[in-house]
């Protein structure tokens, strides 16, 4: 199945529950910041954010029937279906903060993901920063029983195929740090969150920053914090 028509299918039945750390975000981006939701699905993360005062909110996805959820849930958020999320039309250095949240997950391939993140890296602002959530690889047998079955298929370990037709990919900790390395890191935290097939997995919270003099002195900040 095409990976679009699979988020097609289910956009009026899934829930989706990739977690959100809204203490993060809150600690680290204003509430007059032009935010960027990457993959926005129908918009729950964004409803989050204006219900804590955030308003200059912009969410882009492929999937249009998720396009169409959100703006029946959620008629005063700007959700756009854009088919291409891995080019965004959006100009340079025009975004204070970008969301990413369960979105690498559904883009398997090395090359494909860093695209993307380079594309993030392209539309903030200096010293604008990207939050990303995602899965990690997990080492229950459940999990590491598709691993290696579909490995050698789709080249690569932690990609796997759900049986109604979803590939999806879970990450090495490294990995994830490597597709970040050209911005400053910020917070990077482990956690368990629910699936939406009502599993568990490991996953991560990341706030990063495009080098710019306020993300420069919000590192050093940040570490003199850190050092007692």
Known sequence: MNPLDYWNSIAATKTF???????IFRARVPRDAQILDVGCGYGRVMAE?????????TGIDPADNLIRRGQKLFPHLHLVHQNNPAVLDVLNSSVDAVLLC???????QDD???RLVNEIYRVLKPGGG???????????????ERYHRFAERHGGFGI?????????????????????????PDCY???IFPTMNGHTSRGFHLMAFKPGPDATAKAKTDM???SG
């Open 49 to 57: 954010l204006w219900a804590d005062g955030y308003r200059h909110l």
């Open 160 to 184: 796997f195929e759900l049986p109604e037709g979803a590939l999806l990919r879970h990450h090495a900790e490294h990995h994830i740090h490597r597709l970040f390395a050209d911005f400053l």
């Open 112 to 114: 494909a993901q860093q």
């Open 102 to 108: 369960g979105v690498l997950t559904c883009i398997v």
């Open 17 to 23: 529950t990739t977690d959100f750390k809204l203490e």
């Open 130 to 144: 990207v939050y990303c959530s995602d899965f990690l690889l997990n080492d229950d047998e459940r999990n590491l």
């Open 189 to 191: 935290e482990t956690v």
């Open 224 to 226: 003199a914090g850190h």
